[in-house]
């Protein structure tokens, strides 16, 4: 046999092979897909009922003083210590002298000025008694009642056009109001606190030369503090100005008694959260601390014909689950307020099993069973 007949019987034998396998292969049939079965959820529910819902508003914040002050001089001259040292940290009463600039010059030049006017007042009375006699004797008690180590007493009522000119015209006027601007100055020299407080930071020392507009030190007030507090805006609805406030530290162990003092008109664009401020007050029980971390609880609200369930069981910001004849059913509430672990609610039907938890991977219409639940 030649190599063409051996290929064309190779060739009719693999169709003949084909073919039969596919005759063949027509009788078999698959073994039926069984179909998977429903898995059934046990879940925890609770009946929906409607009451007016008690709540509160806690938000955390940091300390901040009331008050905070930079120092910066008026006047030039050597820095010399006050009742306190002139150091960081080191705290003072109200009143205390913080720091003084040497001021003997300039105290030194008042008293001559003023030793110049009480010479020019003088000299102007015999010209009162015979001009001006109904004024004469106010004048003289005037003059009687400066004293050169105290401020100039008040100038006597002018009560004729004619007695003012005369008084412009011998300068008496513009020298009695630059003493008393002088007057003013000297106070400059001493630096007293206007507040309880302490020092801040410190930029120059007792011995240091400062010069009109030098920063010297930066106070804040201890004994009044104010803890901001950024609250989400929908629960900022909730505070208002004079509320009372509990606030606490981090772990619970000290309380203070605190006042709302204000709450911003505006949203923080990084937070997306209102600032609220309260006033506390620093005792020697329970000191605080400036950057001190707290907790505010601020008053209870009334939410009225609402219900109370855990926020986790809220999913897509308002759609819950409610079991109806053994199927889980979405429902869309209308939320009032959020809490940190809880959310209040209405917009069910009452009666209602309401699931209160959160279910994974659920899918509405898939059986559920409540295996707990709260009538």
């Not at 412009?168 to 630096?191: F, H, P, T």
């Not at 606190?193 to 801040?200: C, D, E, H, N, S």
């Not at 008694?257 to 923080?268: E, I, M, N, Y």
Request: hydrophobic residues 45%; aromatic residues 8%.
């Amino acid at each position: 046999m030649n190599k063409g007949k051996i290929i064309i019987v190779v060739v009719v034998m693999a169709l003949v092979g084909a073919l039969g396998m596919s005759f063949f292969g027509s009788f078999h049939k698959d073994p039926p897909k069984r179909k998977a079965p429903e898995v059934k959820r046990y879940v925890n529910a609770e009946k929906v009922a409607y009451r007016d819902v008690d709540s509160q508003v806690i938000a955390s914040g940091r300390l901040a003083s009331t008050e905070k002050v930079t120092l910066i001089t008026e006047v030039q001259g050597q820095i010399l210590a006050g009742d306190v040292p002139l150091k960081k940290g080191r705290s003072f009463a109200k009143g205390a002298l913080l720091f003084r600039i040497f001021d003997q010059e300039a105290r030194l030049a008042l008293l001559a000025h003023k030793s110049r006017f009480l010479n020019a007042v003088a000299n102007l009375l015999p010209d009162f008694k015979v001009d001006f006699p109904d004024s004469y004797q106010r004048w003289t008690d005037f003059l009687s009642a400066i004293q050169i180590e105290k401020e100039l007493p008040p100038l006597p009522a002018l009560n004729a056009a004619k007695e003012k000119i005369f008084l412009a015209g011998r300068n008496i006027l513009s020298d009695y109001y630059a003493i008393k601007s002088e007057e003013v100055r000297l106070k400059k020299y001493n630096i007293y606190a206007p507040f309880v407080g302490t020092f801040m930071s410190v930029s120059l020392e007792a011995g240091s030369v400062a010069n009109p507009g030098t920063r010297v030190a930066e106070i804040i007030r201890t004994d009044k503090m104010e803890l901001e507090i950024p609250v989400e805006v929908a629960n900022a609805q909730w505070i208002q100005q004079a509320d009372e406030v509990l606030v606490t530290s981090e772990d619970g162990s000290k309380e203070w008694s605190g006042t709302v003092l204000r709450k911003a008109g505006f949203v923080d664009p990084d937070t997306q959260s209102i600032a609220v401020f309260v006033g506390l007050e620093s005792t020697a029980q329970n000191p605080l601390y400036l950057g001190l971390y707290l907790k505010a609880v601020f008053p209870g609200v009334v939410v009225r014909n609402a219900m109370k369930i855990p926020r986790n069981a809220v999913f897509n910001n308002n759609e819950v689950f409610i079991v109806k004849e053994g199927r889980l059913i979405k429902r869309e509430i209308h939320v009032h307020k959020i809490d940190e672990k809880s959310l209040i609610f209405s917009g069910l039907d009452e009666g209602d099993d309401l699931v209160v938890e959160p279910l994974v991977n659920a899918r509405e219409n898939s059986q559920a069973e409540i295996i707990k639940e709260k009538s």
